[in-house]
């Protein structure tokens, strides 16, 4: 980030091309909100270790919040020229939801799929169902993970065999965030064809 900054600088004292400048300009944003990602899922895990974490619960609009996590965080953490497709019935029911904590299970379980997919598809569609529950879904066309690795995926700071970036706190938390909203996560996937994640939520009056 630093040479970055110190190359737009530069660059544009000598009156370089715009466009090279804001380049860098967008790969200093992109690695700063990476960065506060990682800061903000170290925080959390040292929340919930401590019994910090409390969660206020209120009606929430799923549509409304997805759309608010991808405008914030997608194209910064897209380095790998995924598409994004979003299915939320426009009459799906409000959710009981922390919607600070619940937006933390959704930018966790997105980066964790770009991460992990190149030129692919990110899918997230939530689903009403006939228990009380909405059932969400992110599902990508990426690495898959592995069966050596997917019993530990919820254990904290664990990354994987294969992986060599990330905290390995993001599944950790989205795990607690989830169970704490009375909810379920589990996971499903194939190496070689992607992952999908897949979450409940209490509708709105049933927690």
Same mark, same amino acid.
């Given at each position: 980030?630093?040479?970055?900054? =110190? ?24 690695? #700063?909100? &990476?960065? #506060?990602?990682?800061?903000? =899922?170290?925080?959390?895990?040292? &929340?919930? @270790? ?5 969660? @206020? ?12 996590? $991808? ?24 959710? =009981? ?8 299970? %959704? ?8 991460? *992990?997919?190149?030129? !692919?598809?990110?899918?997230?569609? #939530? ?5 009380? %529950? ?17 019993? *530990?995926?919820?254990? &904290?700071?664990?990354?994987?065999? *294969?992986?060599?970036?990330?905290? !390995? ?11 704490? *909203? +009375?909810?379920? $996560? ?5 190496? +070689? ?5 897949? %979450?409940?939520?209490?509708? #709105? +009056?049933?927690?």
């Amino acid at each position: 980030m630093s040479g970055y900054a =110190q190359n737009a600088e530069l660059e544009l004292d000598s009156g370089a091309d715009p466009e090279a400048v804001r380049e860098k300009l967008k790969r200093i944003s992109s690695e #700063a909100n &990476r960065m #506060a990602l990682m800061v903000t =899922q170290i925080l959390d895990a040292t &929340r919930i @270790e401590e019994g910090r974490m409390v969660l @206020e619960y209120s009606p929430c609009e799923m549509d409304g919040l997805v759309c608010e996590v $991808i405008e914030t965080y997608f194209a910064v953490l897209n380095k790998n020229n995924n598409r994004l497709v979003l299915r939320i019935p426009i009459d799906l029911p409000p959710v =009981q939801a922390d919607s600070s904590r619940l937006k933390r299970v %959704f930018v966790n379980l997105i980066s964790n799929a770009l991460k *992990h997919t190149k030129n !692919g598809t990110i899918l997230l569609k #939530a689903e009403d169902g006939d228990d009380g %529950f909405v059932t969400v879904t992110v599902k990508d066309t990426g690495s898959g993970i592995s069966e050596e690795d997917m019993p *530990h995926i919820w254990e &904290r700071y664990y990354k994987g065999k *294969h992986s060599e970036t990330g905290t !390995g706190l993001g599944l950790f938390i989205c795990k607690f965030i989830v169970e704490s *909203h +009375g909810g379920k $996560i589990w996971a499903q996937s194939t190496m +070689g064809e992607g992952t999908s994640f897949m %979450f409940t939520l209490p509708k #709105a +009056g049933n927690i």
